[in-house]
């Protein structure tokens, strides 16, 4: 039922039924105040932050600071393609997943090489494409959120890459490797020379029994790369590490753009220490889902629609320009994702951890009930890589 039509039958006293079953539930009521502190649901994020084993690397490695890291990034392809069931030379770090990225947009778009991609989801590549003077071709996802991969084959003649993120970030949408699979044999069929990228920054967090990632096909195919980070599952944004996965010879072009020298001894003795951590990421996928549920129930609860997310984020229709749902939300001390058009109603909302959630989801269920403002807002500004504040997450 759309949220509207809720309303309209419960009426506000529903919602503050929802927000009161949701409080009998074990949330703290909404403060009276906005906290000095926001809670951070905004950039998708791990609150939880680093686990124990990679804070103790880091302070470990800080004893050798006073050296250039020269065998580092060798150290951590190694560990990553172990992980991975691939060779190390399937492997190449970069200073987040973004550097990466940007590397391959470069490598693989320009002013007759188009980038095919999704709208809406993660804007680094479109941004970045744009920058360089290579067409974006936008397609929608659908009814559902979910990407349109035949809509995105059906465009990809004459395309220099296709940008697929899986789960798709702002949607948290899933598909599975067969359906990857069928997609990248059609794009090969209507642009052989195309490179398909599959982000996997969230890939941790799928919880599906049997799911697999794209990794297997990327060893196979020269003609797909999958990226990953460790800004995510592992909490270590402000760390910077992410990698990419492909056949040697795919990966050959994007040395030119990133230097394994870049990479942080700090941070990448983090990154080797999450990795062993399989324990921790387990607990952490448990925490998030159980977070996640809790959030999504009672936002459902209280009327509203949920996107099944397989990430640490969902996307929920709010009924009204997202940008006054957040701006509510702002004042009661909650920070929320930035608008992701077309879907002007839908707020993305990092999860945080269980008492995160439990203090913002009754903040959630009060902005709700201010009343749905009929100003029209101007559309928001597209994304503008590099330009101050333009943090794509
Ligand atoms: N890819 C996706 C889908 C993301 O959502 C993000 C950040 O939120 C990134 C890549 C960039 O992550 P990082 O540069 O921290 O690895």
């Keep these: 039922m759309e949220r509207r039509s809720f309303i309209r039958l419960v009426g506000l006293n529903g919602l503050a039924v929802a927000a009161t079953a949701c409080a009998a539930r074990g949330s703290r009521p909404a403060p009276a105040s906005a906290p000095s502190t926001p809670i951070r649901l905004s950039s998708n994020e791990n609150a939880h932050g680093p686990g124990e084993r990679a804070l103790a690397a880091v302070r470990e490695a800080l004893g050798s600071a006073n050296r250039y890291a020269f065998g580092a990034a060798g150290e951590l392809r190694h560990a990553v393609a172990d992980a991975n069931g691939v060779p190390a030379d399937h492997v190449l770090p970069g200073c987040g997943s973004s550097q990466v990225l940007e590397a391959i947009v470069a490598a693989s778009t320009g002013p007759d090489r188009a980038l095919v991609t999704a709208v809406p ?3 680094l590549a479109t941004g970045q494409a744009r920058a360089l003077g290579a067409p974006v071709i936008e397609v929608p996802v659908d009814s559902s959120l979910r990407l349109d991969l035949e809509g995105m084959a059906a ?12 789960p798709n970030n702002p949607t948290g949408t899933l598909h599975d490797a ?12 209507r642009a052989p020379d195309a490179t398909v990228l599959v982000d996997e920054a969230y890939h941790e967090y799928v919880e599906r029994p049997g799911h697999e990632s794209a990794v297997a096909i990327a060893r196979d195919n020269p003609r797909v790369i999958v990226v990953r980070t460790f800004s995510k ?9 992410g990698y990419a996965i492909a056949r040697p010879e795919t990966l050959r072009p994007l040395s030119a753009y990133l ?21 921790r990421a387990a607990e952490q996928r448990a925490l998030n889902s ?3 549920a809790f959030t999504a ?3 459902r609860s209280a009327g509203c629609r949920v996107i099944e997310s397989d990430a640490n984020f969902v996307m929920v229709d709010v009924g009204r320009d997202v940008r006054f749902f957040a701006a509510a939300c702002r004042r009661r001390g909650v920070e929320i994702a930035r608008p992701f058009p077309p879907l002007l109603t839908h707020a993305r909302i990092t999860i945080g951890t269980m008492s995160d959630m439990q203090a913002a989801v009754p903040v959630f269920l009060d902005a709700l009930k201010e009343p749905a403002p009929t100003t029209r807002l101007p559309a928001p500004p597209p994304y503008v890589p590099r330009s101050e504040g333009a943090w794509a997450c």
């Design 121 to 123: 989801t993660f804007e």
């Design 155 to 166: 465009r990809a003649a004459g395309a220099g890459l296709i940008y697929v993120c899986n």
């Design 178 to 189: 067969a359906a990857i699979a069928r997609f990248v044999d059609e794009v090969g069929r």
């Design 233 to 241: 599952i592992y909490g270590m944004a402000g760390l910077r590490v």
């Design 259 to 279: 230097d394994g020298l870049s990479l942080s001894v700090l941070s990448v003795n983090a990154a080797l220490a999450a990795l062993s951590d399989t324990e």
């Design 290 to 292: 159980a977070a996640r």
């Design 297 to 299: 129930d009672a936002l």
